[in-house]
């Protein structure tokens, strides 16, 4: 049931800095999603990206879409210690939704 | 202001003893979704509900129930934990016309003793 698939698994960087996340997937979608997860708490929605989009921005998040590459990447700027979290993509199909497996970011003061 | 609340937070259970996982929602979605993580993997959905209509996922074992009383609530009952179960379980809503965005509840972990 697994769709998308992230790299790297995990990340680790100091703050201040840039951390980058990208997400493969294997078949056609409606949008792609990304959510954030703090460790033993639930899914946080943070950005939606249509498949005729090919850049988003949030605050200090930048996704971008390849659909011609079947690919996606979540960047994040100045990292800050609140950030450490699992970040985990979620393709869209109609009304199916997949997760990947998800990368867990570390972000060392 | 919590929109899908479960509960509770942390549930431990004796292997084979049922247990019964909540949650409720006050977006007044048509849709709920249970979902099981493990550890470090991508959450599995289970199965959800339109409406009362339930549509269970084919690899969902039959050891997974879930009832939904109401729009505002629905029920994971598992029969006879196994050792294996033990996980984190999400319940999730949307609307039906905007099935692939999903908001999640902060999820109940369940161990099995």
């Known amino acids: 049931s697994q769709q998308g698939e992230e790299d790297p698994q995990a990340l680790s960087i100091q703050e201040g800095e840039n951390a980058t996340m990208n997400c493969s997937y294997k078949?056609?979608?409606?949008?792609l999603q990304w959510y954030r997860q703090n460790s033993g708490r639930g899914l946080v929605h943070l950005i939606l990206?249509?498949?005729?989009?090919r850049e988003k921005h949030s605050g200090r998040l930048r996704v971008t879409l390849d659909t011609s590459k079947k690919s996606s990447s979540l960047l994040i700027t100045a990292s800050r210690a609140a950030d450490t979290a699992s970040y985990f993509c979620?393709?869209?199909?109609?009304?199916?939704?997949?997760f990947g497996a998800g990368t867990r970011l570390t972000v060392k003061p | 202001d919590a929109m899908v609340i479960q509960n509770p937070r942390y549930q431990v259970t004796q292997f084979g003893k049922p247990v019964t996982l909540s949650c409720s929602q006050t977006?007044?979605?048509?849709?709920m979704y249970w979902y099981q993580q493990k550890s470090s993997q991508a959450p599995k959905l289970l199965f959800h509900?339109?409406?009362?209509?339930?549509?269970n996922e084919a690899d969902t074992p039959d050891n997974f129930q879930s009832r939904r009383p109401n729009t505002s609530f629905c029920f994971l009952d598992i029969r006879s934990p196994g050792l294996g179960d033990a996980a984190m379980y999400l319940c999730?809503?949307?609307?039906?016309?905007?099935?692939?965005?999903?908001?999640f509840g902060a999820g109940t972990r369940l161990s099995v003793l």
């Open positions: 078949t056609s979608i409606n949008n």
């Open positions: 979620a393709t869209a199909y109609n009304n199916d939704m997949r």
């Open positions: 509900y339109y409406d009362k209509d339930f549509n």
């Open positions: 977006l007044n979605h048509n849709v």
């Open positions: 999730a809503t949307s609307r039906a016309e905007t099935r692939n965005i999903q908001y």
């Open positions: 990206i249509r498949s005729n989009e």
